[in-house]
């Protein structure tokens, strides 16, 4: 998914579908570094962290754990810091000693990208115990997630939290709301039938009228989340068939091997998925892409992504050097899922190159570790809009998340 989560990159993704995600207001005034304020030295990216640190935080240091790398102690030390008191985490905290208040900007992206991270590296049970309960505690009644508590479900976040509870051990069938909904109830909702325009794909969200428009960023993030998986997972069984599945027992499965069946169809057409933000359309979604890759082959459509892999192992180096940490944790991810060797993704080593954008990865033997909790008060409950504007640059793919969500994503 990877999208693709940060603020930014679920604006975009929210207005592809036709609809703004709302975010919850962060709790102090000025979360975000100034140019005259220097970075903290655990976070990965030189860029403005206030719309994605968590999310690119998260996403670098469970690419690194994947390829093998102990990431710093400070690194993960600082995304562990950065949860306020209820569990939630915002894009980004500049003083995670301050209590997290009604005008702190949590958002569920952020929160299940660090679960997922945390769960994988080990040793923080306390904070990815704090954060699912908080995550259950803003379901929909639907049964899914929006971007922030309350906001209407979308599948780019129902699928990062269903990514999030598989991976601290909690089964997302038995996470169910009010109205007995469960995550998969909303991603079948948002799927779109067979014979419908977009066969197959899923929407970001339904529009003012219910309709749903096909949607190649929420579609890679969807079928990750009906297969229920998170960022890093391997190669599917091959089915080797694009038949639509539909009918009276439609299930998730049905769900992720439409979507599948969906981005191969679209990927006959070139090698990469194209932009949908205004202006841009003709231009390739590094991101995008990248997070189609992986559900593809999660999908057990390996052989339709070959040719999106082998185009990115040529065409993607620059835009990961701009786009920063989330974007080679999303290529990471991708050489993963197909079994590609990311110390040698077209000559390039991806390890190597995100490791650059932070802080030196720990020694052999070095197994020291952090448990730290904020112990903070939240609240939520002021709504913030995130400008369009903040996208520039930035891969569309898997938000949100990416998912790079500066996309997102």
Partial sequence: MI??????????????????????????????????????????????????????????????????????????????????????????????????????????????????????????????????????????????????????????STAVVIGALDAAGTDPKAVSSKDDKTPYDALLSLSIGCGKKGSGAFAFQPDKKGGLAANADATAAGVLGALGKGFVTKAGKSSGDFTCAGGDTFDPADAAHNGASFLAESLKKSPYLKSALAGAEDQPDYGNTADAVVALAAAGSASAAKQPLAWLEKNSGAWAAKAGPAAYAQLIFAAHATGTDPRDFGGADLVERLGATGPAARAAGDSATLDTEQKDDSGLGVWWIVGVGLVAGIGVGFLISGRNRKRQL
Wanted: glycine share 10%.
């Fill in 3 to 156: 999208v693709r989560r940060s603020a930014a990159v679920l604006a975009a993704t929210a207005v592809i579908g036709s609809a703004f995600a709302p975010s919850a207001l962060a709790d102090d005034s000025s979360p975000s570094s100034s140019p005259s304020q220097a970075l903290p030295s655990g976070l990965y990216g030189s860029s403005d962290p206030t719309y994605d640190g968590v999310w690119r935080q998260s996403l670098a240091l469970l690419a690194q754990h994947t390829a093998g790398v102990r990431p710093a102690a400070k690194a993960v030390d600082w995304l562990a810091g950065q949860q306020c008191a209820n569990g939630a985490f915002a894009p980004y905290r500049a003083d995670a000693t301050a209590k997290c208040g009604a005008r702190t900007m949590v958002d569920t992206n952020s929160t299940a990208a660090a679960v997922q991270a945390l769960e994988a590296l080990g040793g923080h049970d306390s904070v990815t115990g704090a954060a699912v309960k908080w995550l259950k505690s803003v379901q929909n009644k639907d049964g899914g997630w929006g971007y922030a508590a309350g906001g209407a479900s979308d599948t780019n």
